[in-house]
């Protein structure tokens, strides 16, 4: 027994949020680099296929209708009805042959297997890590109420705590000095290309602003001299393995007027990320992961319209560490980029006193660093 293979960490995410999804893949990216087996699994791979089917009309009609998308977040439900039975017990009886025991879940709706799971793991003691990448409860924690409580929770962003002390890692490059960055801006609305951001591209084209614009349907792309377009390469799924049988970062090109697009990707963190290191400001909804991407790059944060009470909980919480600013107060102020450069020292001394999250506590027993 001394001589099998430890089972893998398993990584539970989803393609349905490219904030949960992507986390989980950096994660293993990370937990990879150190020697430390582990699979990602994603959530809508255990759904009936006509309900996953659904998912790009959703996303679609959210992307033209914010008010739409924030009235979802007050629908969210325990997704048991979604689930196949046929593939959770593929998908359980796999653990159960190899043995898993350590877990790191990025979203709530995990909960109902990982129920079924307890219930029949023969005696298994599971060590199980419920990530929130939210500073209050997201709406996939809030509906399972009572049950959540049997799980280790990490909480990075801590509304109790005097500073932001957990972070994901992204790159071990150091972030790029303020005043070396070229004063560009990326706008984006999340995975789902929800938001205000169109409104706020307008506005600082119109203030003569040099922007960085993620699209995600054809008709976003609309050509203009100050404008960068990027986006992610559109026949990609977030649940469907690249060729070497993995889960891998959302592919990215630049898109250039009349040239066909190059969608590239690496395996250490996803291309968009040096967008943002090199940017002055991401200006955008208040996503969760996307502070964490502001964190890593030491770029400040210009809040949006927010998605949901979570996430208005998160543009608060980093506006209070000297973070981020809320897009009206900037423009009140004239767009004026050196409010942009304090908030980036704020960021750069709060990062020489950062932890790093590396998974659930066996994974790396003898790694100070995690938590």
């Known amino acids: 027994m001394a001589n099998l293979p430890k089972p893998p960490i398993t990584l539970l995410g989803s393609g349905n949020s490219l904030g949960v999804y992507v986390p989980a893949v950096q994660v293993s990216s990370n937990l990879s680099r150190r020697g430390i087996p582990n699979e990602i699994c994603v959530l809508e791979n255990t759904y009936f296929e006509a309900i996953k089917e659904k998912v790009p009309a959703y996303r679609k009609a959210f992307h033209h209708h914010f ?8 629908w969210a439900r325990d997704i048991a009805d979604c689930l196949d039975p046929v593939k959770v017990t593929r998908l359980l009886e796999q653990w159960g042959r190899e043995r898993r025991t350590c877990f790191i879940a990025f979203t709530g709706f995990w909960i109902p297997i990982l129920e079924q799971y307890e219930r ?101 792309i609309k050509p203009h001299e100050q404008i960068r377009y990027f986006r992610n390469d559109p026949e990609w799924s977030p649940w469907i393995k690249d060729g070497q049988g993995r889960y891998p970062f959302p592919p990215l090109a630049r898109i250039d007027h009349g040239e066909k697009p190059v969608y590239l990707n690496r395996e250490s963190n996803p291309l968009l990320f040096d967008v943002i290191r090199n940017a002055a400001a991401i200006i955008s909804k208040p996503g969760g992961y996307s502070l964490m ?28 560490q000297g973070f981020g600013i809320a897009y009206a107060d900037w423009k009140s102020e004239g767009f004026r980029a050196d409010i942009l450069e304090r908030l980036h020292d704020n960021l750069m001394r709060a990062r020489e006193r950062c932890n790093h999250y590396g998974g659930v506590s066996h994974a790396a027993e003898n790694d100070t660093e995690v938590r």
């Open 67 to 74: 008010a739409l998308a924030r009235k979802s977040a007050e």
């Open 120 to 220: 029949q793991a023969d005696g298994l003691r599971l060590e199980i890590d419920m990530l929130h990448l939210d500073a209050v409860l997201s709406p996939s924690y809030l509906v399972y109420g009572e049950r959540t409580r049997p799980y280790r929770h990490v909480w990075f962003y801590d509304l109790q705590g005097e500073r932001f002390t957990l972070q994901i890692p992204i790159t071990e490059e150091a972030p790029v000095p303020f005043r070396d960055r070229e004063e560009r801006y990326i706008a984006h609305g999340g995975g789902w290309g929800i938001g205000t951001y169109a409104r706020a591209v307008q506005e600082l084209l119109d203030a003569g602003k040099q922007l960085d614009v993620l699209a995600y349907y054809d008709e976003d």
């Open 293 to 320: 991407e502001s964190f890593a790059a030491a770029t400040p944060f210009v809040f949006l319209e927010p998605f949901g009470r979570h996430e208005a909980a998160n543009a608060d919480y980093w506006i209070a």
